[in-house]
């Protein structure tokens, strides 16, 4: 089947990924496969560990762990800017500015111990295995917040008003701020997001140019030709691929979601004829051999680097961006009309407080501070940049130092203006994700079947 490349191409990067966390420690260079974090693939690790100790007036100090994609050192910088911050030691827009040395000499009375995570954040499974530790954490961030809630993990947030307040006060995206509402209850502090797109390589840019970020369908196909005439590589690897996320581009300026699962639910005729529309554009293109699963010599042509476009996350492309020996350009997904908007199709991850926490107002707090506070945001940036993902504030300060990246700054600039219309896919621990893509990786571009798709024949 057409569609069978991208299963193989899912296990192969799964177990890529692994391999690439257990030898994290080697330097990485062109030959190797990307070091891509994965969540369910890595056993997070405490970088301190906490000791209850009473201050000197003999009342025990509040202690949190925080699980983290952030180093030790970053998070006690946080913690210390957070005390400067809330004892009206430092005001605001000073993120960017602070001078380390200063924080160093901040004594607080508070401990604030962490634990690191990939970038993805923690799983229940990593929450299990804490807690049997004994050093479960009290703040930390997940990308799995459905499997969260259903496994009673999170503190539900709405009586909280360090939370509650600030994610309503306009602070965040529009869309991200309901993200981490289920049935009218917060269950968590929007962090930030990647965003999928196409990734090219740029030793088969044609002649003619590359592909302007904002493209059509017409524009994209020609691309395409131009590639396939100038060069003996697949011109957009695994076109499926794209089929869950560029629903949107035929359907006008409506910002459909993941897959039309929402829409089915309310209106199948319509959705199918939109999705029908999608696959009839993404089949014509492999029987245009404009796109294919599989290379001359049978290999994945992203792992063989004889691709010109893929689908990729954006969590992804600093990876790829070290594994090929060119630069990489992005583009968006393409819009059957030029006069469209491009709908944002993205993951969110959000801090969350473990229900079990004994501090859980302070955590909580500090989770907030986190996220929201642009001075919080700015000197993270500062210490640890992290290449292709979104922060949910709108401080236009935090953004700034964004967009100055090399590699997804164009990109981060066209995404900060329509964040606001974004749709947030399911997470991959929610059942649509897994039914969805499980079909496609069998669709071999005959009648879509709905039933199968969503897994309501299961």
Not at 46 to 51: D, V
Not at 216 to 221: C, E, G, K, L, S
């Amino acid at each position: 089947m057409r569609i069978q490349g991208i299963r193989s191409a899912s296990i192969l990067l799964s177990v890529i990924m692994l391999f690439a966390f257990v030898c994290s420690a080697c330097r990485q260079t062109g030959e190797e496969f990307p070091d891509v974090s994965y969540p369910e693939s890595t056993s997070p690790e405490a970088t301190s560990e906490p000791s209850a100790a009473p201050d000197d007036n003999g009342d025990e100090v509040v202690q949190i762990i925080v699980a983290s994609p952030y180093n030790d050192s970053t998070i006690q910088y946080l913690a210390k800017l957070y005390y400067c911050k809330q004892n009206g030691l430092m005001g605001d827009n000073t993120g960017s500015t602070v001078a380390l040395d200063y924080l160093d000499g901040i004594d607080t009375d508070f401990v604030i111990t962490s634990l690191l995570t990939s970038n993805e954040g923690a799983s229940v499974d990593n929450i299990n295995v804490w807690d049997s530790a004994g050093i479960a954490p009290d703040v930390f961030l997940t990308g799995q917040l459905t499997s969260m809630i259903n496994n009673s993990v999170v503190e539900p947030l709405n009586g909280y008003d360090s939370a509650s307040s600030s994610v309503g006060a306009g602070k965040v995206f529009l869309t991200a701020a309901s993200h981490d509402v289920v049935n009218g209850t917060l269950y968590g502090i929007p962090y930030y997001s990647t965003v999928m797109l196409l990734a090219g390589n740029s030793d088969h840019i044609p002649s003619s140019g590359k592909l302007p970020f904002k493209n059509t369908t017409v524009r994209f196909r020609e691309y395409l030709e131009l590639i396939k005439d100038e060069f003996d590589v697949v011109p957009l690897s695994s076109g499926y691929d794209m089929v869950p996320y560029i629903n949107s581009s035929f359907a006008g300026d409506s910002a459909l979601s993941f897959m039309v699962n929402e829409e089915y639910r309310k209106d199948s005729d319509s959705a199918l004829n939109i999705i029908s529309n999608t696959l009839k554009y993404v089949n014509e293109l492999y029987d245009a051999e404009l796109t294919a699963n599989y290379d001359s010599d049978g290999a994945n042509p992203v792992f063989s680097r004889h691709s010109g476009l893929w689908t990729v996350s954006s969590s992804e492309i600093e990876s790829w961006s070290d594994y090929y020996p060119g630069e990489l350009y992005l583009v968006a997904f393409p819009l059957n009309d030029e006069n469209s908007s491009v709908v944002p199709m993205t993951t969110l991850y959000s801090l969350c407080v473990n229900i079990h926490s004994s501090h859980k107002d302070f955590a909580s707090d500090f989770a907030s501070f986190m996220a929201l506070d642009s001075d919080a945001r700015m000197l993270t940036e500062r210490l640890e940049p992290k290449t292709g993902f979104l922060p949910s504030v709108k401080s236009s300060d935090v953004w700034n130092m964004i967009i100055s990246d090399e590699l997804f700054g164009q990109a981060a600039q066209f995404y900060y203006q329509s964040l606001d219309n974004a749709v947030y896919c399911p997470n991959i621990d929610e059942p649509v994700y897994s039914s969805v893509m499980d079909y496609l990786a069998s669709y071999d571009g005959g009648e879509f079947d709905a039933g199968a798709c969503y897994g309501q024949n299961r």
